[in-house]
């Protein structure tokens, strides 16, 4: 049955693939924007092609080779793109334990872990990524999202990483859209302001522009 359901989503994915999107975050906000991660695209949408025979191929593998890197983490990745989390993340943690310095097996287990909706240790896994690369900026930036979904939201938090992604890129879109969200959470309506301004110089078709404007408008 679950073999069934992966290559129906595989094949899903093959016929819809030239017009997929950056994954933007619907959970609580839909004006908060997650950033696609360099590592294979924080999209999950390469290799999405794969044939019956690879899948079960790739997913018996990793079951018979536990110890086997790469098979971890491509099981890992298959599992990721049906949004079986729970799954995902046992074989990223396997990978992890083979080679727990390797960057995108790290980065993994944050992605996996944010978009199961367990935002504190999503954040833990992306501090230890950022503690090797502290130039990440998708992984710094998904690492404020983190504060911003906690129960209770640490807004605070999340805009020093948000500047922190600023400082190494001025213009990065996502990172704009959410510190103007932050700090419309925290109503700010003047620094909300300032963030969206440049936000729409940079992106001025960027679709959450007009609800963001409302927003700042009520405060």
């Not at 334990?97 to 367990?118: E, Q, T």
């Not at 807004?155 to 419309?184: C, M, P, V, W």
């Amino acid at each position: 049955m679950l073999l069934g359901l992966i290559i129906g989503f595989v094949f899903a994915n093959k016929y819809n693939q030239d017009q997929s999107q950056p994954r933007v975050t619907t959970q609580s906000n839909p004006t908060i924007s997650t950033t696609a991660n360099p590592q294979e695209g924080h999209t999950g949408s390469n290799g999405q092609g794969g044939m019956m025979p690879e899948v079960a191929q790739a997913i018996e593998k990793a079951k018979n080779e536990p110890n086997n890197f790469d098979a971890q983490m491509q099981a890992a990745s298959i599992y990721y793109r049906i949004q079986q989390f729970d799954k995902a993340i046992e074989h990223f943690q396997q990978a992890n334990k083979i080679k727990p310095d390797n960057y995108d097996a790290i980065v993994w287990l944050g992605n996996s872990n944010f978009d199961a909706h367990r935002y504190e240790i999503a954040g833990r896994w992306y501090t230890d990524a950022l503690v090797k690369n502290p130039d990440d900026i998708a992984v710094r930036t998904d690492l404020g999202l983190t504060f911003m979904f906690r129960t209770p939201p640490d807004y605070d938090r999340a805009i020093k990483e948000f500047e922190g992604s600023l400082q190494r890129d001025l213009n990065h879109k996502q990172t704009l859209q959410n510190i103007a969200s932050a700090y419309i959470q925290k109503r700010d309506g003047l620094k909300a302001k300032e963030y969206l301004d440049r936000l729409e110089k940079i992106d001025p078709n960027n679709e959450a522009i007009v609800s963001m404007r409302q927003k700042i408008q009520s405060l």
